[in-house]
């Protein structure tokens, strides 16, 4: 009877989670619900149902390198030291899964003390909707007052006439692009959004798109 009642637990919790609990993940709510079970029960209990969890990736590189847009040289070339904040900012765009589907996240860095000055979320991956949206919240957080270097890849959202045409009304900021291929060139931007990208987005029925923290 504890035997069938324990299936029955795990594998609610299993597919309430999407498939994404394992045993240790499993054992520790079922302690929390008042249950006494080890993970080695829970992972015996879950080979026998079949039940594996899937471990799904967080974000995938979405660079469109392929296009016709100008480009620019490599400014940063790997110096990430920096003296003060607003010398050097850092963007990339990622796709994220959600629990409604797949976003598009744009990120923009300041170096000097690792902060996201800027970003935004979009279900498209238009610049007007990604770079531009998330440089608009930049500018307004920390707001220009000295040479900037903007460093980005080489992404179609990054190098179209839209975004070109928007940084080149700031005479301060100098665009930079990393070397086709080259992810080390953002290294620093990379590591803040691995943080960034370990709580779970949610979209508000009918509301904006806005990142879940709790």
């Known amino acids: 009877m504890e035997n069938e009642r324990h299936t029955r637990m795990i594998r609610e919790i299993f597919f309430k989670s999407k498939k994404t609990y394992g045993s240790p993940r499993i054992a520790t709510r079922l302690k ?8 080695n029960r829970v992972a015996a209990i879950m080979r026998k149902e079949g039940l594996r969890s899937v471990v799904r990736k967080k974000f995938v590189v979405s660079t469109d390198s392929k296009h016709n ?5 490599n400014l940063l070339n790997r110096n ?13 765009l990622n796709y994220i899964r959600t629990y409604q589907g797949w976003l598009y996240l744009t990120v923009i860095i300041d170096l000097w003390d690792r902060k ?12 007007v909707n990604t770079v531009i949206p998330a440089w608009f919240m930049s500018v307004n957080n920390r707001p220009i007052v000295r040479d900037l270097v903007f460093h980005s890849d080489r992404g179609a959202q990054y190098a179209c ?8 009304g700031y005479v301060l900021v100098k665009r930079s692009m990393s070397r086709k291929g080259n992810c080390w060139d953002t290294v620093y931007k990379r590591r803040k959004e691995n943080t960034i990208l370990r709580f779970p ?13 709790t």
Request: aromatic share 12%; net charge positive; proline share 10%.
């Open 32 to 39: 929390k619900l008042g249950f006494r079970v080890s993970k």
């Open 69 to 73: 847009y100008p480009v620019v040289g």
């Open 80 to 92: 990430f030291m920096v003296t003060g904040p607003g010398q050097v900012w850092v963007s990339d």
């Open 116 to 127: 996201v000055v800027g970003w935004s979320i979009s279900r498209s991956l238009k610049a």
């Open 161 to 168: 006439n839209e975004f070109r045409t928007l940084l080149e």
């Open 201 to 213: 987005f949610m979209i508000p029925p009918g509301g904006p798109l806005q990142p879940n923290l």
